[in-house]
């Protein structure tokens, strides 16, 4: 084994903030997607101002109000992502609980407010099961990107090369330094220039053109789980309100190749992440004649507490570029480090409007707004850091994103009093500020440079509904998910004049990377 990091390599985990969180992580834990039970999935999710269904409730706490009977109701899904690149396919399968509730219905024997109904609903909000693979030939290599940066570092002095080697003698370098530049300098990507120390020249591959590829697995979930209760005034408005618990379980790996004719490296990143956090939901729907809803909600933020556990390596076979006689192909690690940090989400405010025409169709529309720029990372209170760590990072938030909306649509046709079919369609529009999705110059955090810049999504749906009698039911819904992204390797680096974006420096070459999902569902209810 030719190098390896100080001697507490996979051995202890240690507080570290060299390798801190950025925008794209904030983005990745706030951007939801369609969710819930199989009616409100086959109705395009658009059931703010409905209720009586455990995903409704979700959306506009009031929608409890509506019920007159508990009910008891769980939902199963199979669902298939995938991901192309060019002509390269990779798909994940997973059967899951996607939903499950619970409500209470209390009668009050008051003509004013006749009853109080208290409910508890778990929803798998977010999955994060892909597998990504990117083959091409990139304009600029990663090997020029690590040495701008690097150049770049402590405001444009560059780095010691002594501060950056790893030794069983010396100093972690990976704890207070760049990791890129600790990964890079041990691995012989880079060599400091001759009288002038501080600053790097890339290695020469004699201009070939490598071969890049990304291997990228991630699996996961945001989970809700919500507490509400509510009631509705003189049969015409329903409140409510709920208390939101939520659970961030997320696991990401990835290898960045580049090939060259004669050898080539593979960058590994591994990172797992969670967090658990809280927030609350207040929503009123208004009923102004019997056929008319009117429904508004307000989410607040969601207040994570997050950790991470991540490592990297290069393995270099390089020897056919290396000048150095001593060179040897091998391997640079680190250990495995752990950070904390704090996490505050987007609010957002839903409005809804429903017609429900007779007892045979429903017409159902919502319109979501969520400002990312309010998205915000923050030290741990208590924490032995600088409380001022990541001012730049939420800069970088305020510049890059943007007030972004969601519309839902859902219709549902009765056929018989036993016998439904519904239709949906929804569009979640991307959180990006266009110059910054245009210029595709992300901050990445760390030694992970491969990111993705979302594209707009598209769900298509649909669904049949079944009540068995009064009290068991069972609805069936098909959902058909698309989104376009640009993925990057890297990101793309400008000359600047000022705060001016000038020349494309380094130029990443993104990928189109087509998503697709299908997912089916089931769910079983009874009420009594």
Sequence with gaps: MKKFAYFLFFLVFIANYSYSQGELEALKYSRNELYGTARSMAMGNAFGALGGDITGVSINPA?????????????????????????????????????????????????????????FSYNRQKTFNNEINAVGNGASRMIDYIVDRTNGANNGRGIDPNLLLVGEDLPDPFVDQPWLSVLAYNSKLMFPQSGNNNFYDPLNTNNET????????????????????????????????????????????????????????????????????????????????NSIRLGLAYHTP???????????????????????????????YSAKFTNHYDLKTPDKWVLSGAAVLGSNFILSVDYELTDYTNMKLSVPSGAYSNMSWYDTDNSYIKEDFKVASTVRVGTEYRFTPQFSGRLGYAWIQNPYNSDFSKAGDSSVSGSNTIYRMEGDTQYFTGG????????????????????????????????????????????ASPFTLKNTSVRGLLTLGYRF
Excluded: C
């Excluded at 997050?306 to 290069?314: G, H, P, V, W």
């Excluded at 058909?480 to 600047?496: G, H, I, S």
């Design 63 to 119: 929608g409890i109000g509506v019920y007159r009977s508990s009910e008891v109701m769980g939902t199963m899904g199979f669902q298939q992502n995938r991901a192309k690149v060019g002509d390269i396919n990779r798909s994940v399968d997973d059967f899951n609980l996607h939903n499950l509730g619970f409500v209470g219905y209390f009668p009050l024997r008051n003509d004013v407010m006749p009853m109080i109904n208290f409910g």
């Design 210 to 289: 490598p071969l890049q590829e990304i291997i990228l697995s991630e699996r996961g979930y945001i989970d809700n789980y919500d507490f509400t209760f509510g009631t509705t005034i003189n049969n015409v408005l329903n409140v409510g309100m709920a208390l939101t618990i939520s659970d961030i379980n997320h696991s990401l790996y990835t290898d960045f190749l580049e090939d060259f004719k004669s050898g080539g490296y593979t960058l590994n990143n591994e990172i797992i992440t969670n967090g658990a956090g809280v927030g609350a939901k207040f929503g009123v729907i208004y009923r102004p004649i």
């Design 302 to 332: 969601t207040w994570y507490s997050m950790s991470e556990i991540y490592k990297a390596s290069i393995d270099d076979d390089l020897g056919a570029y290396v000048t150095d006689p001593n060179y040897k192909k091998g391997r640079t």
């Design 464 to 507: 049949l509904g079944y009540r068995f009698n009064k009290n068991f039911y069972a609805d069936f819904a098909l959902v058909y998910q698309t989104q376009e992204d640009q993925l990057y390797p890297f990101p793309n680096l400008y000359a600047y004049n000022g705060d001016t974006r000038g020349e494309l420096v380094i130029d």
